[in-house]
């Protein structure tokens, strides 16, 4: 199998929450990836790998993937403003191709940042690297779709992690959010799961302010479409 269709497959294994499985496979592929000098796998492993990482409460392991990150798309922002000669000069790659990996990655490392802020009660840090994340951008519009996942996932990090500390009205506009944006998502197998975490994530905020009639149609949701994901 292709390095693509590995870091497809390590994607699919992290969904069945094989977790500990998809990361040994992404850790595996570094040394071929490496070889290939190709970047944008690499850049695709450690966004992988720190959202592994943030799901499981692995803190430190996240920073790191956003320091990895951020560290090889400072090398080429420097190639695009033309203060790194040196580096333009072996670049094979296409401007515009650049610039997409720039901004693909650029949100998937601030998905992290949010994220891992959330995680830690920092809800201001994650409120400004939320609001950073959800600019709207309609450059690469190929990206819109990645893009609208990642806001959703953050904003349901945010909101989790505000009601872990029993600001449950801080969180209501954030569930307002989600609730507005969550039947906009893709059908990939991944909007599903999102829908189904979002789902649940909202009926426990619901059950924890007395709003218990609301609850129960998003927990029925949420069990319909893990059960949907479940025969697929």
């Keep these: 199998m292709s390095i693509s269709g590995e870091l497809e497959r390590a994607r699919r294994l992290a969904l069945v929450a094989d977790e500990t499985g998809a990361r040994d496979l992404l850790l595996s592929l570094v040394p071929a990836i490496e070889a290939e000098d190709r970047d944008d796998l690499i850049l695709e492993v450690f966004a992988q790998l720190g959202d592994i990482y943030l799901a499981r409460g692995a803190n430190d392991g996240v920073r790191e993937c956003i320091r990895r990150i951020r560290d090889c798309l400072a090398i080429y922002s420097g190639i695009m403003a033309g203060t ?4 333009a000069s072996q670049l094979s790659m296409p401007a515009a191709e650049v610039a997409h990996m720039i901004r693909r990655f650029s949100r998937r490392a601030q998905f992290l940042q949010t994220g891992v802020a959330a995680a830690q009660g920092d809800h201001e840090g994650a409120e400004a690297a939320l609001s950073e994340l959800s600019r709207a951008d309609d450059a690469f ?3 819109a779709d990645e893009h609208a996942h990642l806001i959703v996932h953050a904003q349901v990090l945010c909101a989790t992690a505000l009601c872990d500390d029993d600001l449950h009205v801080r969180s209501a ?18 909007d599903d799961q999102l829908r189904v975490a979002a789902s649940t994530a909202y ?3 619901c059950v924890e302010t007395g709003r218990l009639t609301e609850a129960e149609p998003w927990l029925r949701r949420a069990g319909a479409r893990a059960r949907a994901g479940d025969r697929n």
């Design 84 to 87: 790194m000669p040196e580096a």
């Design 141 to 143: 519009p190929q990206l």
């Design 173 to 190: 506009p954030l569930w307002e959010h989600v609730l507005d944006a969550i039947d906009r998502l893709g059908d990939t197998e991944f």
């Design 203 to 205: 009926s426990r905020f």
